[in-house]
């Protein structure tokens, strides 16, 4: 996106150009991948031929000028449908964008249309039973999930039909994506970013955020879309970081906590070994490095499960009562679920991610991040349930979301980038955590190591 920028602005490339190449590939590529649900070719197109106009007359450009993006399809979108991958509002039409939107059409992003997810993201996986499983595109042979809810989103960005996306993130949908994909994305604080205009799972753990080639990619986009919103009353007044600014490439005496017990004691041996190395690089340039342990971090999957589930429920509690039978039966039963969850049982829960949040800030107060596993798994086959790791047989969607839920519950900016490669060929994650609203120092950690690696560099061959 950044290098798309700058080839627009100094007229090496028009934005018709680039937007009729991703459509090109669109049209090449996503019978198979089906990361889209909806492509808006002719505005994407008219948009590309004025955003050209302007460029040509000298007009002011926005720093996202002619570039392309996608909208997960819970974003709402006057005059385009929106479906939160259901076919329960698979013909509901908007009337107005959802603030992120027009931040970044404002910025002069080009929408390509609205991405495939799991339904109303509701789900670690990101399969979808209305509008077709999303393939991850560094298997060619073997149908394997994307990562959920923001299936769609990873596909598009990691097969090059899309050079950016907007996911959401409730318990990991936007790093669970960007792992399983070799994507960048980020978690933005809670209250960051405005979510009105966007389909809710659970109001008090909803994020919003880019997926993008690389952390440079992340900061152009989510500049634009950070930031008050009188729309949205859990949005900060705080200012926002210039993001870009931040991208110094130093680390020289960056403090960083591993999460070693639960975390990386908990991951697969290659996802181990990544992390590990990831944490080296850094401290070749200057970082200091020590173990952290969260003690409170084994309550999150109760504590998730006690505010999630209802807060869900009650978005979806009419329509559980007359329109059950058009859910995909995985998110209908996990939705009903919420409805048993207790008054007493809700405000423990409540209380649990306190604890954990200052837990979290304490270790923060004399380190500048914490590292992760991102996921403790690579990409599983679509169907497939179970997991080994080490000598345990664990359930796949509880794995996914294992280390990137407990801070959905804090709130604190966590970024994920790639970091390395099983042997099978499939790509893992780093999760780069940070203080609340310091999110251009996960920034500028995450863009410190993609200039010292590759990883984020590399395509899948299935896309190519």
Known sequence: MTELARMIASKKVSPVEVVRAHLDRIAALDGKLKSYITVLADAALAAARAAEAAVTSGGTLGPLHGVPVGLKDLYCTKGVRTTGGSKILADWVPEEDATVVARLVGAGAIVLGKLNMHEFAYGSEGLNPHYGTPWNPWDAKTHRVCGGSSSGSGASVAAGICPGALGSDTG?????????????????????????????????????????????????????????????????????????????????????????????????????????????????????????????????????????????????????????????????????????????????????????????????????????????????????????????????????????????????????????????????????????????????VADAYQRLTDWHTRRPLAAA
């Open 172 to 444: 990991g949908s936007i790093r669970i994506p960007s792992s399983l994909c070799g994507l960048s994305g980020i978690k933005p604080t809670y209250g960051r970013v405005s979510r009105a205009g966007v389909l809710p799972l659970a109001w008090s753990m909803d994020h919003v955020g880019p997926m993008c080639r690389s952390a440079a990619d992340c900061a152009l986009m989510l500049a634009p879309m950070a930031g008050y919103d009188p729309r949205d009353p859990t949005t900060s007044v705080l200012p926002v970081a210039d993001y870009a600014a931040a991208l110094t490439g130093q680390l020289k005496g960056l403090r960083v906590g591993i999460l070693r017990s639960f975390f990386l004691e908990g991951a697969a041996p290659a996802q181990r070994a990544a992390v590990d190395a990831a944490a080296k690089a850094l401290a070749g340039q200057g970082a200091s490095i020590e173990d952290v342990d969260l003690k409170t971090v084994n309550l999150a999957p109760a504590a998730s499960h006690a505010v999630l589930a209802p807060e869900a429920y009650a978005y979806h509690e009419e329509w559980l009562k007359t329109r059950a039978s058009e859910y995909g039966a995985d998110v209908r039963e996990r939705l009903r679920v919420g409805a048993f969850v207790t008054g007493a049982e809700y405000v423990k829960g409540q209380r649990l991610r306190t604890l954990l949040k200052n837990e979290v800030d304490a270790a923060l107060a004399k380190l500048d991040v914490l590292l992760a596993p991102t996921t403790p798994i690579e990409a599983t086959a679509v169907g497939q349930n179970e997991v080994r790791i080490g000598d345990q047989s664990l359930p796949v969607r509880a794995s996914l979301i294992r280390f990137t839920r407990p801070f959905n519950l804090t709130g604190h900016p966590a970024a994920s980038v790639p970091c390395g490669f099983t042997a099978e060929g499939l790509p893992t994650g780093v999760q780069i955590v940070g203080r609340p609203f310091d999110e251009a120092t996960v920034l500028r």
